[in-house]
């Protein structure tokens, strides 16, 4: 019988699905499912842990069936709670998973409670860790993502890169230059894999909204919404929009539950051309992005799709640790005050001359598709030589 070296790939929050599903869809393909050892070839066998951070069908199993990823072979079941309660679930989780299935390599995507987690664990183990999408900062200390982001970088062995600015901070932080690797972004590897089903979605005519006649709005940083007065006043620039152009808003769980708290969604509710939703499944979610005449965002993977696909987006933050979807995409910084946002979005939608629709938007380098083939080709390399 063929022996195999085990990879175990980590998701828990939505933004874990389309960084890893590709990953997986490289490690089926041949020529990335052998490893050679000597005289011997091991298979190599790629498992999906699900920690289960989110756990709502609509922000969890709508992603394995839109993205085409099987069934996780790992399900550790922790949900919500405190940072710590969190991590130290996932952490208490993982470590049985990792003892039982004694992978050759974890793979942790982005910055979320579950990256750090699962980092953690496998390293103290002894398991090298390899992180896609390292690198990134905000230089926000307030931000649980910035905190996940260093630690996970402070220990992880192998470093997979989305943008140029990654490998600066990875250089300036020490880290092991020849165990870091620019390879793209295998966020987008998901949005080219999706695009045809998502030209096929009716979901602008389910809503009733017409292509080019709305801004397609998410929020869920706790900046924006777990302070009333910032959600409320996001809701009223919201209701003035909605006067010229339907406002499609998916709503976060999080964001559902503030809503509701501090009795903003009865603002939202008073008009009907703002469109409280469901958040969506990542088909119909594209669909939405695509043909919309604006983003309004403070999402971390919605400013690199929006750059990617060429429409006009408003990051609602005084930070992002995406820099090239500003100075190469169709991204802008806005500082998420009344004032600042009423202003962007007066340019972005009235002001053609100075939009940033007509900004001389290009795609990133490397955010070609292939970045889960480069990093699956990597991953065999180093696990030849080690
Ligand atoms: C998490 C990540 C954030 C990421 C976001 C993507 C951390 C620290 N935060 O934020 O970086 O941008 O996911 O969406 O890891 N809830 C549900 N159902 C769910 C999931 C959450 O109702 O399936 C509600 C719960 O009330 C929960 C709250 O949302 O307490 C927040 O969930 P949590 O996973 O802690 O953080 P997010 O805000 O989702
Ligand atoms: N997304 C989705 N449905 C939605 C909102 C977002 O499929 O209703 C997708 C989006 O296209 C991107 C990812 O979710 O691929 C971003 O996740 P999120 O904004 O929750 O997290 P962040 O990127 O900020 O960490």
Redesign the pocket.
Known sequence: MESSLRILSVV????NFMKVAPIHRAFQRMEFARVRKGASTLAVEHLIVHTG????A???DAFFADLEMPEPAYFLGV???S?AE?TAKVMMGFEKVCLEATPAMVLVV??????IAATLTATKLGIPVAHVEAGLRSFDRT???EL?RLATDALCDYAFVTEESGMQHLKRENFPQERCFFVGNTMIDSLHFALPKARQSSVLADIGVEAGKYVLATL???SN?DDPAQLRALAEIFADISREYAIVFPV??????QLQEFGVQELLAAHSNIHCIEPQGYVNFLALMMQARLVMTD???VQEETTALGVPCLTLRTTTERPITCELGTNVLVRPEAASIRAAVQTALFDTSRNNASKQASVPPLWDGRAAERIASLIVEILEKT
Not at 110 to 115: A, F, L, Q
């Open positions: 828990g929050a939505r933004p951070q989110h756990y709502d609509a922000m969890s949900g919500s709670g940072h969190q982005g910055d979320v409670n579950s990256t931000m649980p993502e996940n869920h940083r706790p919404v976060h769980p999080r964001t559902r539950k999402s971390g993977g």
